[in-house]
Nanobody, 122 residues
Framework: VQLQASGGGLAQPGGSLRLSCAASGFAFDNYALGWFRQTPGKEREGVSC????????YYEDSVKGRFTISRDNNKNTVSLQMDGLVPEDTAVYYC????????????????WGQGTLVTVSS
């Protein structure tokens, strides 16, 4: 199983970044996909999830209205468009997958990628 995330980097407050994740090695169409994030000294938190069909989504309260998750089942990719970034969004973001829908506080997803660093700073 591989979940290869890309798109992290440095953004200014109010700016945008787009994270992408290319998946392989499992039945992509049958899995919920999403993103967790972690900052030093804090527990990992679920940021967003999209169901296998794409018909259901979850966003952690602090990112609602700013982040948008999408998936392409033909290309086995999932993306997270992050707009209106704030310094509190600074974290390592992990692409994750599970055969059940997940959210912040649920059991950890089954598969994890290597993480990509997002830094929001002026």
């Amino acid at each position: 199983v591989q979940l290869q995330a890309s798109g992290g980097g440095l953004a200014q407050p109010g700016g945008s970044l787009r994270l992408s994740c290319a998946a392989s090695g499992f039945a992509f169409d049958n899995y919920a996909l999403g993103w967790f994030r972690q900052t030093p000294g804090k527990e990992r938190e679920g940021v967003s999830c999209i169901s296998a069909s794409g018909g259901r989504t979850y966003y952690e309260d602090s990112v609602k209205g700013r982040f948008t998750i999408s998936r392409d089942n033909n290309k086995n990719t999932v993306s997270l468009q992050m707009d209106g970034l704030v310094p509190e969004d600074t974290a390592v973001y992990y692409c994750v997958a599970d055969n059940g829908f997940f959210y912040s506080g649920s059991s950890p997803p089954r598969y994890w990628g290597q993480g990509t660093l997002v830094t929001v700073s002026s």
